[in-house]
């Protein structure tokens, strides 16, 4: 089951937990009420697992490829790094299947404040599209993970604030309905 909490407001390094004090776990139910969606599965059948290719045709999620994040893999990792952990948002959804190591999700609330979600193997998450989030490892300092989209990939990132944008106009009516 995916863990989530709300973060520490003072948390200086991204890559540990920081959970506010007192603790502030935060539900399935509530994410999905964020419009995040998750499901855990087998990545160790990931090229056969009928869950996925069920979850695929569902969805529509018809491209995929697979992305390593660690110092040895990703050319310019701080750089990368520093730029998934800006806040943002997508016009499309964010679908990540974690296949190996972990790493968290940080997504603001209906109020605007800050969840992590803790994203380890197995973990598949997909995040609407015009909601404000960020990406980092944790401390394993490594994540295999599966990348899925509908259509053609789409990969721009419009930094806070991109309140401007349909996705985010549409994202926050979104929330409105199920307020």
Do not use: C
Request: aromatic share 12%; net charge negative.
């Amino acid at each position: 089951m995916v863990q989530a909490w709300y973060l520490d407001a003072s948390s200086a390094d991204p890559r540990r937990p920081n959970r506010a004090e007192p603790a502030r776990p935060v539900g399935l139910e509530q994410l999905r009420r964020l419009g995040i969606l998750y499901w855990k599965l087998d990545p160790d059948r990931h090229e056969s697992d009928p869950e996925l290719e069920k979850i695929r045709k569902e969805r529509h999620y018809s491209w995929m490829d697979i992305v390593t994040l660690s110092r040895e893999k990703l050319p310019d990792y701080e750089e990368k790094l520093e730029m998934f952990y800006t806040e943002h948002l997508h016009g499309d959804e964010e679908i990540r299947y974690v296949l190996d190591g972990s790493g968290y999700f940080d997504v603001r609330d209906a109020e605007d404040r800050w969840i992590r979600i803790a994203v380890a193997k197995g973990d598949m998450i997909t995040l609407p599209a015009g909601i404000y989030h960020r990406f980092t490892l944790d401390e394993q300092d490594y994540v295999k993970a599966m990348r899925l989209f509908v259509g053609e990939p789409e990969w721009t990132a419009h930094n806070r604030p991109a309140d401007h944008l349909e996705a985010r106009g549409q994202y926050l009516a979104f929330l409105a309905q199920s307020a």
